[in-house]
């Protein structure tokens, strides 16, 4: 997964729900350096009688904020959807060093 | 290019039985029943051992050379780590950790061990849960299948089954290890694909916790001060479970624990096969004198209940009132003032309200709270003595009012510390005067 224009990560789950599984495994892709690199992460955790769906918002360099629907997306097509802005952002970034 | 492990040559089996020179010693001990020294008829020696065959120690099988891998990372390992883990510790948190390095890990388990060290006094019971208590990753899979085992399989109403010694005799021998085919069967037949587990399983309830990267704590006993104390390194919650101050725990407040420690995330726990969230954890982690405090408060309420019907109705929800009122007392007391007002609030009062008498008046005041007295006692003494300055001062206007000024600079520079200190209770020293003021305190 492509984390360099990603600048915030906000997720909320009741980890006793099965629906949580996504939001779960997008935060244990994120890299062991993403604190220090500037990426806010926020995990708030719901108790276990909730039954609030889990959500998961991120936010990009170029400030599009993506609210991710973790309920009935897999963690894959989470990363693609992640990384389909990344790559544009990412080849913009190319253009302009070029 | 050689081999990854060097072990002794595989020797066939027609090498380890091949007693065609019965002269040398080892081989007349092999095979004792071989006369050596006056065989009456020629025959195969083969023939002539049938029955007494014995492999040597360090015999290797030509299609099973030793394995490189380790011994405690093996999943037959694993799986016996984990039922044994699963039975012997009560209490269990479970973790969600997010790509820690082993930096973070170390500087991790250095500050849980420094807090646990803290609550259990040297040679005691509760030094032993410390030193037992640890924190490890685990294999989700491979935790997974223990946690059925454990619950699923019972392994005393394993049958015995017939086997042969090397004499022929039969005897019966029971195969119930947490590796055995009996443990196999019991666990798949327990938990059918798709099929419903019970409300009441433990493992039904757990299920959903198992996903991603997780870490177990495990403590041997169950011991809420044991729980506090890690809950307080690892999922810090003030007021009930405030974080290691900066001036007792540096090593907590530097960049590689701190690091660690938001990657990691208390999503569950395992207390006496009864799963909990992390509101229960923390429930379990404030009870207040452990298994033995909540036995007390059962028998302070047992004996209320000796002093006839209405008394006894009276006296047990008193009680119950007394220990709630107790505990929360107890619990939240240092953040408790007897003015009523907020703590960060009434400590900055004792620098703005014209001090040093403000001070003094709260000093008279305030009776409960010991972080509102420090900066009371610090702004009475400083500011005294800044007024005996001003006093030697009076001569001069410029002198003054650049005096005045300095003192409006320290007030607010003061405020700012007693109001953003409250959350941890740190005290902020002004040097010499601030010093007196603590020591004056831990007098009281």
């Not at chain 2, 540096?250 to 969230?277: M, N, T, V, W």
């Not at chain 2, 007394?322 to 505990?327: A, K, M």
């Not at chain 2, 941890?424 to 007196?436: C, F, M, N, Q």
Request: proline share 7%; glycine share 6%.
């Amino acid at each position: 997964m492509i984390t360099r224009f990603i600048t915030d990560v906000t997720t909320r789950f009741n980890p006793f729900s099965t629906r949580a599984k996504s939001a779960r495994l997008f935060l244990s892709f994120l890299p062991p350096t993403a604190r220090s690199s500037g990426m806010n992460i926020t995990t708030q955790l719901l108790p276990r009688t909730s039954t609030e769906p889990s959500s998961l918002v991120v936010k990009f360099k170029d400030g599009k904020v993506m609210n991710l629907d973790c309920e009935t997306m897999k963690i894959k097509s989470i990363v693609e959807e992640v990384d389909r802005h990344s790559r544009m952002l990412q080849k913009e970034a190319d253009l302009a060093d070029a | 290019m050689p081999p990854r492990v060097r072990c002794a040559v595989p020797r066939g089996l027609g090498s380890a039985v091949k007693p065609t020179r019965l002269s040398t010693q080892s081989a007349a001990q092999l095979l004792p029943s071989a006369p050596a020294t006056t065989p009456a008829t020629r025959q195969y020696a083969t023939a002539a051992v049938s029955n007494r065959f014995q492999l040597p120690a360090d015999y290797v099988p030509p299609t099973q050379p030793p394995t490189a891998k380790l011994g405690d990372t093996r999943k037959s390992q694993l799986l016996r780590t984990y039922t044994s883990l699963l039975r012997s510790s009560p209490l269990i948190l479970i973790f969600q950790y997010n790509n820690l390095t082993a930096v973070e890990w170390a500087a991790v388990r250095r500050e849980l061990g420094a807090a646990l060290a803290e609550v259990s006094p040297e040679g005691t019971e509760s030094a032993e849960i410390a030193a037992n208590t640890q924190i490890q990753s685990i294999r989700g899979r491979m935790f997974d299948i223990a946690l059925k085992i454990v619950e699923f399989y019972d392994p005393s109403k394993v049958a015995p089954v017939k086997a042969s010694t090397l004499s022929g005799e039969k005897v019966d021998v029971v195969y119930n290890h947490d590796l055995s085919a009996a443990a196999d069967k019991a666990m798949r037949a327990a938990v059918k694909k798709g099929g419903e587990l019970p409300a009441s399983s433990v493992y039904g309830q757990i299920l959903p916790l198992l996903v991603g990267p997780l870490a177990v704590l495990t403590i041997p006993a169950v011991s809420p001060a044991h729980l506090g104390a890690a809950l307080r390194v690892l999922a810090p919650s003030p007021p009930a479970f405030p974080a290691p101050t900066r001036k007792k725990r540096p090593g907590y407040h530097d960049p590689i624990a701190q690091s660690g420690l938001q990657k990691l995330i208390l999503i569950g726990g395992r207390i006496e096969d009864k799963i909990f969230d992390q509101d229960g954890v923390k429930w379990v982690g404030g009870i207040e004198g452990g298994l033995d405090g909540l036995r007390a408060q059962l028998v302070h309420m047992l004996q209320s209940a000796g002093m006839g019907l209405a008394s006894t109705l009276e006296g047990a929800s008193k009680s119950v009132w007394l220990t709630l009122e107790s505990r929360r007392s107890g619990m939240v007391s240092e953040f408790e003032t007897s003015l009523g007002l907020r703590l960060d609030y009434e400590a900055c009062l004792a620098y703005l309200v014209s001090p040093p008498l403000g001070a003094i008046l709260l000093l008279i005041l305030e009776r409960k709270s010991d972080y509102v007295r420090f900066h009371a006692w610090q702004s009475s003494l400083l500011f005294t003595a800044l007024f005996v300055v001003h006093l030697l001062f009076s001569w001069s206007t410029f002198l003054s009012w650049l005096f005045f000024l300095g003192d409006l600079v320290l007030i607010a520079w003061l405020v700012f510390h007693a109001y953003r200190d409250a959350d941890t209770l740190d005290r902020y020293e002004v040097p010499i005067v601030g010093a007196i003021a603590s020591r004056i305190l831990d007098d009281e």
